[in-house]
């Protein structure tokens, strides 16, 4: 039972690139999310996801998109990378039959040049 | 929307000794859930207490404990016989208890250490 993981655990861009960062849980855990971690701000939410097909946005959305095709995946896309959103970056699985504990990736260090 | 205050950005606590973190939220919602959650240098987040708002009883974790103060919105934590491993960031979270809902909101976090 692998939890949540997430791809790549490092990664470098530059200003106006784009990438996917991936999730994937093995739990089979309803709900997803993405969150971001700055200095001083703990963590801020990005999207989430309450099931396949379902998505919202959270606190902080603006840049990124997200799908959820499949229960176990949950990626989430730059579109057009920038400096303010160097960050790290945190999967999280979860389910109201467990009193929605969040059970969270080991996070990506993204940084924009 | 809902606000989580962590009022103590750093604190210290000699081994063995007893620490409380203080938390504060800001909410309309009468039904909800509070979490604390601890990140050691390692970035691993890691559940170590949960209460939810309509339990009186404050919950308790081995060392762990909760003073819930719903009329006050207040959620601290209290770290009994502090160990060298309880040194990380701790972070206060909220979130309503609603049907399709997965908005948990954090708070700034305060770094503890536990000094031999």
């Known amino acids: 039972n692998a939890g949540v993981t997430q791809t790549p655990k490092f990664q470098v861009l530059k200003t106006g690139q784009s990438m996917t960062l991936q999730c994937a849980q093995d739990?089979?855990?309803?709900?997803m999310s993405w969150y971001r971690q700055d200095p001083g701000m703990g963590l801020r939410l990005i999207h989430y996801?309450?099931?396949?097909?379902?998505?919202d946005q959270g606190e902080v959305p603006n840049g990124y998109n997200v799908s959820r095709s499949t229960t176990e995946d949950f990626p989430l896309r730059l579109l057009s990378a920038a400096p303010s959103q160097t960050s790290v970056y945190f999967c999280?699985?979860?389910?109201?039959?467990?009193?929605?504990?969040?059970?969270f990736g080991p996070g990506t260090r993204l940084t924009v040049t | 929307a809902q606000t989580v205050t962590q009022s103590q950005p750093e604190m210290s606590v000699q081994e063995a000794e007893t620490v409380t973190l203080s938390c504060t939220y800001d909410?309309?919602?009468?039904?909800?859930?509070l979490f604390w959650y601890k990140q050691p240098p390692s970035r691993q987040m890691i559940l170590v207490i949960r209460?939810?708002?309509?339990?009186?009883q404050n919950a308790t974790e081995n060392r762990f404990s909760v003073n819930f103060q719903k009329a006050a919105k207040s959620f601290s934590l209290k770290i009994s016989d502090s160990q060298l491993g309880d040194t990380a960031m701790y972070f206060c979270a909220f979130m309503k208890h609603m049907y399709n809902n997965n908005d948990m909101r954090f708070g700034a976090g305060t770094r503890l250490t536990v000094k031999p």
């Open positions: 996801s309450v099931g396949a097909g379902i998505t």
């Open positions: 739990m089979n855990h309803e709900y």
């Open positions: 999280a699985s979860s389910s109201p039959g467990q009193a929605y504990e969040q059970y």
């Open positions: 909410t309309s919602e009468n039904n909800y859930y």
């Open positions: 209460q939810e708002a309509y339990k009186q």
